[in-house]
């Protein structure tokens, strides 16, 4: 194999790992659950563990917030809900439903593109648009109430961490000048933090954590967000975009083998069609 090859596969490679581990990761979240940490107690420990640990590269860039002070920001909040509300969601609800909802996301970006960033609706976004939200009318669909709505509080942790990542992605393409270092640690320093205001919000004791689950935790956090958004950053800076983000699909495959063979969870076949209907309209996104 020419080394031309092997750099084109790398980024592959490395981006089909990264979504395979989003894809599983809630199993690790939910032993972790388990053991009586409580969702916003395991989103505090492993993002600060990954903080922690990125330190030595992301506290030299902690100053570009006073140059970039509205993205950064921004970019704290939005990102801190989207990683908070995304945990919570897939502990307590069903994986594929959340993943699937999640996967909206880029129905957000096309109209906070067009709201925030001026950029023009063509005729096959807009057709993405619809296709997206058929998908979800179908999958929120429920036979006894007859309502499009969601059913329960994961559907609606999914659909706006879903709207919060595609702010966090607005916020990305406006702070172009901004490092990427510093992105990464103010979105893991905004999930930290604000884990913590709501355990403090909801008056949630201090856990007692035995050594296997703060070991656990930690682990999880560098171990597995750490890495995953290594692996994710390097395959996307190294490809398309339209390339990048159909290849990151695979997050919902991996979210639906491990879903079958870990849990007893089951989807009614009007879910799954709505849930083909929104992979299809973010396939479609994506390759244009």
């Not at 990464?184 to 930290?192: D, N």
Request: no cysteine.
């Amino acid at each position: 194999m020419s080394s031309n090859q092997s750099h084109a596969i790398a980024p592959v490679a490395t981006l089909l790992l990264g979504a395979a581990m989003w894809g599983v990761i809630w199993y690790p979240m939910r032993l972790l659950e388990a053991t009586g940490l409580s969702g916003l107690w395991v989103s505090l420990l492993i993002y600060a563990a990954a903080l922690g640990v990125s330190l030595p590269v992301t506290a030299r860039r902690w100053r570009e917030g006073l140059a970039y002070p509205g993205i950064l920001g921004g970019l704290a909040l939005t990102a801190g809900w989207t990683n908070i509300a995304f945990i919570l969601a897939i502990i307590d609800g069903n994986v594929m439903r959340v993943l699937l909802l999640f996967y909206l996301s880029p129905l957000w970006a096309v109209l906070m593109g067009w709201w925030f960033l001026g950029e023009r609706i063509s005729g096959l976004s807009l057709a993405t648009l619809l296709l997206a939200m058929v998908g979800a009318l179908m999958m929120l669909w429920n036979p006894e109430r007859g309502l499009p709505w969601p059913r329960e509080a994961a559907d609606w942790l999914a659909l706006t961490s879903g709207m919060a990542f595609a702010a966090s992605n607005v916020l990305v393409r406006r702070g172009q000048a901004v490092s990427l270092a510093a992105k990464v640690g103010y979105t893991w320093t905004g999930v930290t933090v604000l884990a913590a205001i709501l355990i403090l919000l909801q008056h949630q004791p201090l856990p007692v954590l035995g050594p296997a689950t703060l070991a656990g935790a930690l682990g999880l956090g560098v171990g597995g967000i750490l890495v995953m958004t290594v692996l994710v950053q390097y395959g996307v800076t190294r490809m398309p975009v339209h390339r990048s983000a159909v290849i990151l699909l695979f997050e919902l495959v991996a979210g639906a083998v491990s879903q079958q063979l870990l849990t007893h969870e089951v989807m009614n076949w009007w879910e799954w069609a709505g849930g083909a209907l929104i992979i299809a309209a973010a396939y479609v996104s994506a390759r244009a």
